[in-house]
């Protein structure tokens, strides 16, 4: 593992170098959002197969080196963690490479396209005595399922008994295969239902209506699988990839109280004790924290770009001029009318 | 202004050195955020008329230096950018610090307390000869308000005519008077009301209904502010500031074809040509990108910790299983029974 | 009054002959109402100015006759009571014809076109010593507003301080002027505000922003109409009669410790204690009442044409069969095949 | 069949004499809803094994005769129609009866308990050569189930290809078994299913996941029940009996371009083409409707009684004052005050 709190002049702890195998689209993507969304890493390597990719990538970010082998990436000397992002067959070797270095790894999911080679990995890491691998499984990062996870984690609405999952597509890209449609797809609601419910799938089932026109010729679109778990509870799952109206990812608990549903365009829908709803945001803070984040975060792009952006003086101006006469409003109970300078011309 | 570029290794651009003046909730939380959720910045200084305060602070950031002068900590080297979060009467004073080092100013709202001083800052940026102050308004920034203002923008339901805002909080601290509910309250509904509709406010009316009993002796609480603007709309706002349910801030802007929603607990709602309704998600970027950088900022987060966290090793290998059993009770139509090994103890 | 009880022969206390004053468009679709829906009353008479209009609607109701007269048709030996559905300027008049005879009425609004007008029959009906007359405000019989009106009245939320009205039309008829906005619909507001909050208006303002084009030429449209109240209570109305999408009425009572909205597409939305939400139905009965009373009603219509509709003893037979299969499926755990016969001519 | 047109006075058709078979609560409730709710019908008979309850509830119904046996019931001749609400095991008996005499029937689900004797009953029907029987499936007279069977019926968003259905109560009654979970509950999504995608029904399968605590010993609640149908459809129904939180029934279709989802409090939420949400009344007739309706038959009701309640005299004489006031403030942008005679004391 490289030397952490000597390459960064960020936080307390050093900024993180991280190694990012792999480059087409969610291998770009990471990079991006390493270099520009998220605190306290930076991008210092970049490897990939195809490497003219890798060295486009790398030649916009300071301090990023461009590789076409894996574990060239990982030794070089500003790496602390490695990010891999390749395809799913590439994955068991690019996990060996990180765990011969002992390098802390995120690994865009499939952890590997089957079983076996998962247990071969699995077998791998436990000889390392300690867990170095987070699996790309980003569901469990989602606000919704969040709520959802700690909602059933403190029991508030009693024991689960069933959940059911809606996972939607507006359509899907050629080639795509009823085998994809479980592998690609249902894999997030095969892990969202272990992590929710911190049970084990026993059995599964799959039910095939007649399909959509819409699918590709081949493709049985849409389906309803069944889990079965270790807890005895049912979940049901309609996948349904050729939808038309867009994406669209659900999830309701049913518990022994109530039942939680997330992923309506709206905050966690529950019902119980007699009432359908949601919860009210207690305070500013978690209404606009969001907004916070972001307002000063395109300060500082802005500032970086030498550019100045957002409400400006004016805006402060004129906002104390219409408190001002808010203010005398009130007292009075009259029209009050609001004066301001004309606009000067910065500020058009 | 100091040298950008030198100080930090992230990004193309360097990483910007802010100093922050005032140390209190909203000073600490904006150091909180410079330093573990947004890119691109660190805190270089603070300063605070409490010294002790500013101290305590600046001693867990790698680089950070405290002072009790605001034009001290802009003074120092490492400082390219400031924000001001000390109280109200205290930004004039700064903010001439600032342009007098022309340095960039994010400042929290107010920009001055009333519009006499707002108007000095006015032309002390104009001398400046360019804009160096953003203002807090952070609501500019709120998702729900950015997605509002783009179809106002884009005339997506025709001119806006009206806008029903409403403002409510469970409770106020103690001391809170009829003039903070417009200074401290409602100036947000005067910042969104020119932002989104991009005219000046010319008139307001406050009409206070008989007050609440939850409300402290002397609070007018609630009342209805009603502003005209440049452009003929009508604007009414609820303020409720000891509603006692929660704190909830809407927005419906009523145009010539259709109305739009913000606020309530869901996306922004729409009714327009017979229906009524919000949009759908496009795809899974859109609907999962938060959860996509949670899940790396946690990742990056843990390994700087030195600890591993989220889906490990054993969820990939299960999903792995289970989806081999998906795919084979897809083709066969049967009950698949799922095959594990015991679950090791490092995964446990 | 006429006897009740000799002519009919439905119900205990006879049916109740009513006289229809007015056969436009709101006196022929009470005659049907009468006719085909409630149940206790027939139509005795129908009175126009217009003998033919008259004549028309008479001619197919067993036992009405037409008169050209008011007072013609309240004296025919069948009335019993009168419905008033004449053009407001006719109301009082009739009003007074009815008073003579001491019927009871049911007068559509307005009770007539202005307060001068009304306090006449206020002054009428006093000098009969018992009131007489209903007056058609129907909102007050709106599923939403009652459950409204019943909640403010067991102070669910405490004391109403404010309410939020929205009245919104699609488009407005040829002719119609700004005074008929305030007469025709705000007037609804006026009564649902005084019957919610149990107060008089005290006082009221009107603004009127700058016009949607797709307002008629002279038409001030959409307005915000402010009452003031007995009960110090402020209530605002958005009345936009131009709105194009469709014909929208809510309103939201805002109490000292929550809200509650009707009228958007949705039962009773509440905020208080924390959450938003509504109330679930407790039993079959409130979820199905309105499905058991039309399941009635359209047999009872069907076979007084001598037709047969509805659920057929094919379908009853088939459930039977799907429900023998189904305890089969739920005591085995297999998937059970239902089997039927081919299905008979009479009933394809 | 009686001779329809002679016994009553309403309507051109005369009314329709009803024999109710069954006296429990829901013969009971049918008797008050063709006495108070529904129009063109009377009690003729009642009859049921117990002459004491039969008695009483024709004791209070003008021209309504008590029986112990149905066919005696039938043989009165005032009677037209039967309506059969007593238990299950005899129906039969008194369908046969009804055939002898060539009525008609609505006869409560469900038509006989199984398969085989709903198998007779359909014979003999196909006998008498035409179809006599309604059975009560009342869901298909449930607006939100109406709504949704034409958007299936005009193929508004395509094929439907799947059905997902939520059956839940608060609880059960004592004895309640799995068997009824199926013949008492699931038979509505039986019939829904059949009648919403005009298909026969050819498989079923039930799982049944750990139960919750709430439900009786030996009771499997809550239960995932699922169909397949001849137009390939796949239909699930959560069945959850004990679930504490009130009574819920939803239906989402599935379709190629859309889904449809009806009983979640508010009217047809739809998914489609990028949107969801749902449909704006076009009119004040459709959003009003039910209340105009209410509003005549409680002034009917009451008139009958002899009372006189809703709104006032005083309520128009205060709205045609309000609306003055309203227009003058319209035309002048002032602030009007309401001018009122003191309430007189018969409006109190």
């Known amino acids: 593992m490289g030397e952490m709190g000597e390459t960064g002049a960020q936080g307390s702890r050093g900024t993180l170098g991280v190694a990012v195998i792999g480059t087409g689209r969610m291998g770009a993507d990471h990079v991006r959002r390493i270099n520009d969304v998220i605190s306290g890493a930076r991008v210092a390597a970049v490897a990939d197969i195809d490497a003219g990719r890798a060295e486009r990538l790398a030649h916009g970010i300071k301090g990023a080196t461009a590789y076409t082998e894996p574990a060239a990436a990982m030794d070089d000397p500003g790496v602390d963690a490695v990010l891999i992002a390749s395809p799913g067959p590439a994955h068991e070797a ?19 396209p089957d079983a076996a080679s998962a247990l071969r990995v699995l077998e791998a890491e436990q000889k390392l005595g300690h867990r170095r691998v987070q699996v790309g499984f980003m569901r469990r990062y989602d606000a919704g399922y969040r709520t959802l996870k700690s909602l059933l984690d403190k029991g508030a609405y009693g024991r689960p008994l069933m959940l059911h999952n809606k996972h939607r597509n507006a359509d899907t890209p050629p080639g795509f295969t009823n085998a994809m449609m479980i592998n690609d797809s249902v894999v997030h609601e095969i892990d969202v239902t272990r992590w929710l419910l911190d049970e084990e799938i026993t059995a599964v089932r799959v039910l095939r209506p007649a399909p959509t026109d819409n699918a590709p010729e081949g493709l049985s679109d849409p389906q309803l699988i069944l889990f079965e778990t270790t807890g005895g509870q049912v979940v049901d799952t309609e996948l349904f990839v050729n939808c038309r109206f867009g994406y669209q990812v659900s999830c309701e608990a049913v518990c022994e109280a109530g039942t939680a549903r997330i992923g309506d365009d709206h905050g966690v829908y529950v019902n119980t004790a007699g009432h359908w709803g949601g919860t009210i945001t207690p305070g500013f803070v978690e209404r606009f924290e969001d907004a916070y984040d972001r307002q000063v975060q395109h300060w500082v792009d802005a500032t970086r770009r030498g550019e100045v952006e957002g409400p400006s003086c004016w ?4 906002a104390a001029a219409v408190c001002e006469a808010g203010v005398l409003a009130q007292a ?17």
Chains 1, 2, 3, 4 share one sequence.
């Open 94 to 112: 690019a996990l060996l490479d990180a765990f011969a270095r002992d390098l802390p790894v995120l690994c865009e999911k499939p952890l590997t």
């Open 315 to 318: 805006d402060g101006y004129a």
């Open 332 to 348: 009075t109970g009259d029209r009050v009318v609001v004066e301001l300078i004309e606009r000067p011309d910065l500020y058009r």
